[in-house]
């Protein structure tokens, strides 16, 4: 009798009504950058990260509570806000002890959706943080969707490489009935010694973007692997660090 429980990957927010959220542990992933940064903005001592999904209400709300309003609206910082997307704005000596009221194009909206359709438990994973999440899947023992915030509901290579990546850390522990999950597998096994490369050579259109916008540091970092090892779980409209 298996009684593992369930793994799937909705590489688009536009597949996400496909999947029951309700008994399950939904990690938002949104390599570039989204939740590269929320993880490294955590690790350096943020109170925490309040992710909304306008600009607008991200301007509100920072004044509301003295936060540092950031976010990106296609790669650059949004008008009227005062930070980016980038990790490399978060270091400990600017972030520590305050609150980061962040949106951005694609990260931010999946995990109101995923909050919207009763997700149990929302959690958020990148390369940054994969040793942790990986960690907290198998402690949790409970349904697993991996969300990709993918570019504008369109997939995309780098969050689905790190869905991969965390099935081949951890999908043995997981009953995996899902094409998608064994196609991020197989993808990740193929891209694995050398991620940065592989988007490249597989003309990866965010890693485009970026370059174009001078952030190949970024790519760099957003790529590699437990820099920023904590925990963002959401609870009350925030995330924190348990």
Known sequence: MNNKPNLYTCFSPALLHLYDLSNSVVVIIDIFRATSTIATALYNGARSVIPVDSVSRCIELGKQIEGITAGER????????????????????????????????????????????????????????????????????????????????????????????????????????????????????????NLFDFMKEGDASHYHRLMGFGLEKDIHYCLTPDLANVLPQYENGKLIVK
């Not at 915030?149 to 999908?171: H, M, P, Q, T």
Request: overall charge negative; glycine content about 8%.
């Open 74 to 193: 296609d790669g650059k910082i949004a008008e009227g806000l005062e930070h980016g997307n980038s990790p490399f704005e978060y270091t400990r000596e600017f972030i520590e002890g305050k609150t980061l009221v962040l949106t951005t194009t694609n990260g931010t909206r999946l995990l109101q959706m995923a909050l919207d359709r009763g997700a149990r438990e929302i959690i958020t994973g990148s390369f940054s943080n994969l040793s942790v999440i990986c960690d907290h899947l198998m402690i949790m023992k409970q349904n697993v969707i991996l969300g990709c915030a993918a570019w504008k509901d369109r997939v995309n290579l780098e969050d689905s490489l790190f869905a991969g990546a965390v099935i081949s850390e951890i999908g043995r522990y997981f009953s995996i009935n899902c094409d998608s999950s064994h196609m991020a597998a197989t993808l990740y096994k193929t891209a694995k010694n």
